[in-house]
């Protein structure tokens, strides 16, 4: 395991934006609200030759009251005592606060080592607030620049030491490991990119704690805890995951706040990047509209889909699963076979079935069918339903079939007037194409493509 870098502060200090600049990209959601980080966000980072994952954690205050507040800031203590070094942010400009003194008592009491950054140090009116922070009796200040970058070579040097001892400590404890029996498909070897998403107050943060089997995300009854797409990495039997909990999605008419804007792209671009996405539905209310809109989405992406029902353990279950079987068929028929499992986040049950069903639909999407095999298929079909007359009247010739690629499983069929083919001829193609291959469930493309004349150079040469 690399070194552990947790980034610690009161809100709007600039954690996120430090968070963003070590990782290299606008991984987290940056704003001026206070309080916009929730979640910890973890990610690998790096700084010069160094790397380190590092940690974004909550600028929340303890409260002794079991709300919101108080379960943001049992995350940020657990990020301290999971990280072997902690960067205590401040904000310079603004000077020492209440806030900031909570942090350095929690910090001193922690017994981990820390680094302390004077934030938003861009000019030389900040001095006073630098020399007020050795009374936190955390070392000296480091004059530094999220935004814009400066001061981070005095933290590489601060880092450094951590690093190497880090890097020791690891060398003397690494023992060679056997490859597992089970990596032998290329594409198994890979981690599997599975985002869990759906509205608001469904469950997913629920999920992800019970699958991880860990407090990882913050939950509770209000709706919209989560703010920003987290990924983890997580194993379950042997095969590697990220695994991202996203925040619910409305429907965008509803959208009108600026953060919840932001969030909302922030899941929708871990949806269209994950391989798998499993969509999580109220058993009370499945498939409504908006379910409906995330699951097209998701499909019209490339993306395989699995839909979890989750607070089965308290649903009406005969009339939740006949609602949720007629929209599937009725309202979205491109998904026909998506798997549907029935599930309860909050008890633990059935998420063995889930995964099954994740691992299930990760292998169709992947899947790549043998050219010989395809053709034959593909010469049955044409003899069982030959393609219609075209516009011209003449016969539609459909030559030959192959795979292009895989994830999704996308095909080019060769013809003699692609332009005339059907769109109902094509779809009896992907759906005879799905029952004889099993790849229901999954997204499938298939395109036409004109053969080439083999003649056209013979009558050039001729001319």
Not at 11 to 36: E, W
Not at 77 to 92: G, H, N, P
Not at 288 to 299: C, E, P
Not at 328 to 353: H, M, R, W, Y
Request: glycine content about 6%; proline content about 5%; aromatic content about 8%.
């Amino acid at each position: 395991m690399k070194l552990k870098v947790a980034i610690v502060g009161r809100p709007n200090v600039g954690k996120s934006t430090l968070f963003n600049r070590l990782v290299g990209r606008k991984v987290a959601i940056v704003h001026d609200k206070p309080g916009v980080t929730r979640d910890r966000r973890e990610a690998e980072a790096g700084l010069q030759n160094l790397r380190f994952d590092v940690v974004d954690t909550a600028g929340y205050e303890y409260s002794t009251e079991d709300n919101l507040e108080k379960r943001m800031w049992e995350q940020t203590k657990r990020a301290i005592s999971e990280a072997d070094v902690s960067l205590f942010l401040f904000d310079a400009r603004a000077g020492i606060q209440p806030y900031d003194e909570h942090f350095a008592d929690l910090l001193r009491q922690s017994g981990k080592p820390v680094i302390l950054l004077a934030n938003k140090c861009e000019g030389k009116l900040q001095e006073d607030s630098i020399f007020e922070a050795y009374k936190f009796g955390l070392g000296t200040p480091i004059p530094f620049s999220a935004e814009h970058g400066q001061g981070l070579a005095d933290l590489y040097d601060a880092l450094k030491p951590f690093a190497d001892k880090k890097n020791e400590n690891l060398q003397k404890q690494e023992t060679p490991v056997a490859p597992s029996e089970e990596e032998t498909d290329d594409y198994k070897k890979r981690p599997i990119q599975l985002a869990i998403v759906g509205r608001p107050n469904v469950g997913k943060s629920t999920l992800v704690n019970a699958l991880l089997n860990d407090e990882r995300m913050l939950t509770g009854p209000e709706a919209g805890v989560t703010r920003d797409a987290i990924s983890t990495e997580w194993s379950y039997q042997g095969r590697k995951i990220n695994l991202v909990d996203t925040a619910g999605l409305r429907r965008a008419s509803r959208v009108d706040d600026s953060l919840e804007k932001m969030s909302a792209a922030s899941t929708k671009h871990a949806a269209f990047m994950a391989q798998v996405v499993v969509l999580v539905l109220d058993a009370d209310a499945v498939l409504d509209k908006q379910d409906l809109t995330i699951a097209r989405q998701v499909l019209d992406e490339g993306r395989a889909l699995v839909i979890a029902v989750n607070k089965w353990d308290i649903a009406k279950r005969s009339e939740a699963l006949q609602k949720l079987n007629d929209k599937l068929q009725t309202s979205l028929a491109q998904a026909e076979g998506v798997p549907t499992v029935t599930i309860s986040a909050l008890k633990k049950e059935n998420l063995d079935k889930l995964m099954r069903a994740v691992f299930k639909v990760y292998d169709r999407w992947n899947v790549r069918i043998p050219t010989a095999p395809l053709n034959q298929w593909f010469a049955d079909m044409i003899d069982k339903y030959p393609p219609p007359l075209g516009k011209n009247k003449r016969r539609i010739k459909l030559r030959y079939i192959t795979q292009a690629k895989t994830r999704p499983p996308s095909f080019y069929i060769f013809s003699s007037n692609p332009e005339g083919l059907p769109d109902a001829y094509l779809r009896y193609l992907v759906n005879q194409l799905r029952e004889s291959f099993d790849l229901r469930g999954i997204p499938l493309r298939i395109t036409v493509r004109k053969t080439e004349n083999p003649y056209a150079d013979k009558k050039d040469k001729k001319k």
